[in-house]
């Protein structure tokens, strides 16, 4: 009797979380108006380095992905000007929920609603409404060169980002943000998830290109640039990215 009543109860609540991301999701991807971006600063390994690197930290470093965002969007015909409006909210000083390994479907909807409930207790930001919320994890490339797994949830709007605490790398991050922020929105990814490899055409800025091999720039949610059958490098920046048109059909840029 009380198992079926706790059960409901937890249909109950998804039904009710689902619900309300869509609609948020609608509202975030009509392109009437910006969509406001949250991005919370999170010092996710404790070193000194990340901490030099939080406090130097201003929104001007994540101005090239609005710009990037606007070219894109006029490439497309969207008629709002400036697609995302960037606000940076103060540190979190909390270290969210880490996500499952993949292929354990249960456990992902578990870390969702888990990571959903603590950036709920643990938002910095008391500005206008966000329609995105990114938390962006920094971590000292001397201790860490290689980073974590980054996810953006469709449901919720919500993401959780690993990036690099390096000047040097602030364009590089650039990228992994704004793939994320795409996922929040809808887009999929466009790589092969064992070798990492572009896949052809979806995954290709330029599908149209001859010869096909090398491409001069990645597609955001292909990852890198196609250079060979084997090889594929990793854009320096959100000049060296497009978005194609599939992912412009999934934003709701184009139409279905």
Known sequence: MW?????????????????????????????????IVVLYPINADGSERSEQYLGRMDLSRFEPMAGFMREQARAYGVAVND??????????????PQPPAPGNVAAAIVWSLHFRFWAWRHDTYTGARAHVRLFLMYHDDR????LPHSTGLE????????????????????????????????????YDRVSNMP?????????QRMPALPQVYAEIMGGRIPIGSLRADQPEGLHQVLIGRLTAREINWIAQ
């Open 3 to 35: 198992k079926a009543i706790r059960i409901g109860v937890l249909l109950f609540i998804l039904a009710t979380v689902a619900q309300g991301a869509w609609l948020a999701r609608r509202d975030a991807t009509d392109w009437k108006n910006p969509v």
């Open 83 to 96: 697609p995302i409006e960037l606000r940076l909210a103060p540190r979190v000083r909390s270290l969210p």
């Open 155 to 190: 449901k919720g709007l919500i993401g959780l980002v690993n990036v690099f605490a390096n000047e040097e790398m602030s364009a590089a991050n650039n990228v992994i943000i704004v793939h994320e922020m795409l996922h929040t929105l809808g887009a999929t990814d466009k």
């Open 143 to 146: 201790k860490s060169p290689r």
């Open 199 to 207: 896949l052809f055409p979806d995954g290709y800025a330029e599908p």
